[in-house]
């Protein structure tokens, strides 16, 4: 079951940061938080994932509260083709290929 | 390197007929899960294989299976089709470590429409 809440749709101007919040309060400590994304009627793309620590590649940042009952995604510099929706999930690494996908964000980068 | 290829990705049905789907995963690549994705539910885990054997399944009816062959390759089966089976179903390969699964790597899908 999912065990994150995300905000149903967002919307972001193009060029600018999008920041996509993420609420996982029943965390516990060997979870790791990842982040999806699906562009309509494509597969899911893996964009990042963390334990506790921020963390960053080349598609986006990930922070993650000191608590780490909540996170959010930064694409830093958002484009047309950034529009998806975000899917944020919670899973340890040990259960297998196995993800639950929550109801996920709709971002819509506005020209 | 290739990514997760999933054939056919478009397939009409008639009810009550069956379907095979095939996906090939990333070379290296020994697990492999499925998913259902509809408007109603959303993405849905359907069941995972590692070196042939299934691992996982989900809350699925006994019409849908699957299989894993040596290659990794990996099928899915749906019997008797319903009109609620049409879906975009979408495969997932991992590479294995000690630690477990990092990330997922998702094919295009295949669009089932059932009719």
């Known amino acids: 079951d999912a065990k994150t809440t995300q905000p149903p749709s967002m919307d972001c101007a193009e060029g600018r940061a999008a920041n996509l919040p993420c609420n996982h309060s029943?965390?516990?400590?060997?979870?790791?938080v990842y982040w999806y994304r699906q562009i309509h009627s494509q597969g899911p793309q893996y964009i990042i994932h963390?334990?506790?620590n921020n963390e960053t590649n080349e598609m986006a940042s990930l922070i993650i509260t000191e608590d780490r009952k909540s996170s959010t995604l930064i694409l830093p510099h958002a484009t047309l083709r950034d529009t998806a929706v975000y899917y944020c999930?919670?899973?340890?690494?040990?259960?297998?290929?196995?993800?639950?996908f929550g109801t996920g964000t709709s971002l819509t980068v506005i020209p | 390197k290739a990514g997760v290829t999933q054939t056919p990705r478009y397939l009409i049905k008639t009810r009550g007929q069956q379907v095979t789907l095939s996906c090939s995963p990333i070379?290296?690549?020994?697990?492999v899960s499925w998913y259902q994705q509809t408007p109603g539910q959303g993405l849905q885990f359907l069941f995972e294989y590692f070196s042939e054997t299934q691992r996982n399944k989900g809350n699925f009816p006994g019409r849908f299976s699957g299989r894993q062959f040596s290659n990794s390759r990996s099928e899915m089966n749906v019997s008797t089709l319903e009109l609620g089976d049409s879906a975009l179903y979408l495969c997932?390969?991992?590479?294995?470590?000690?630690?477990?699964?990092?990330?997922?790597?998702f094919g295009q899908g295949t669009r089932l429409t059932v009719v």
């Open positions: 029943t965390i516990s400590g060997n979870e790791y």
């Open positions: 997932a390969s991992s590479f294995m470590t000690g630690g477990g699964v990092t990330e997922a790597f």
């Open positions: 963390g334990l506790k």
């Open positions: 999930i919670v899973r340890e690494t040990n259960t297998g290929n196995q993800f639950y």
């Open positions: 070379s290296g690549h020994r697990s």
